[in-house]
């Protein structure tokens, strides 16, 4: 199962006389931008029970080696989250160290503003739509693995993407397939037509037996 990651087009906040950082990490019902050929959206029960089985980092662009900034183990932590009707918001206060003093500054200064999750998926769904694009929906989380502020968003090359990639050569082949049948079927009816016509009409077509 392979993690992907979602950079979300929102706002985290913070203010110039505090150090709490916080925002809206996962949007529920809410169609994502083009992801590669295709859209996704994410169901509200998509969440449930998962963040209480997930040991969630928050991160500065999602590199762990540089240390964490806030931290929910099965849903207790200094990293505080709240499911609501619109999505998943999150508040921490930015530790006093290097990195946390570093991503205050950042972001007072207006350097950073997004934020992205990376989770794996335990239910999805594909649904081709009318004008031959596809959407993708979110139907049950597996595990969320980290939240984090980024400065450079990543173009989703995940594993959405390869079935993506999959689904439309399934769909490809299909064609393929329903095509030859077709064609199968055409030529076993002029062979039943014509000898159909060989049987009735033996004087008429000169056939000699």
Not at 22 to 50: N, Q
Not at 125 to 150: H, P
Not at 178 to 200: C, D, I
Request: hydrophobic fraction near 35%; include cysteine.
């Amino acid at each position: 199962m392979e993690k992907e990651i979602r950079n979300l087009q929102l706002e985290c906040r913070t203010s110039e006389d505090s150090r709490k950082i916080e925002g809206v990490a996962i949007v529920f019902d809410v169609l994502s931008e083009d992801l590669g050929g295709f859209r996704e959206k994410i169901l509200p029960e998509a969440i449930e029970g998962v963040i209480e089985e997930s040991d969630i980092f928050f991160l500065y662009n999602h590199n762990a080696e540089r240390g964490f900034l806030a931290r929910s183990r099965n849903g207790v932590g200094s990293l505080k989250t709240d499911v609501m009707t619109d999505g998943v918001h999150f508040s921490f206060d930015a530790p006093h160290t290097a990195l946390g003093d570093e991503v205050l500054e950042h972001m007072h200064r207006g350097d950073i503003s997004q934020c992205s999750f990376a989770f794996t998926i335990a239910e999805d769904a594909w649904e081709k739509q009318s004008d031959g694009s596809y959407i993708r929906t979110i139907k049950k989380f597996n595990r969320l693995y980290d939240m984090s502020l980024v400065d450079t968003p990543a173009y989703p090359q995940t594993s959405a993407c390869a079935r993506f990639a999959e689904i439309q050569e399934e769909e490809r082949k299909a064609a393929e397939e329903a095509m030859t049948l077709e064609e199968e079927k055409r030529a076993e009816e002029l062979r039943t037509y014509y000898e159909n016509l060989r049987n009735e009409n033996k004087e008429y077509l000169k056939i000699d037996e």
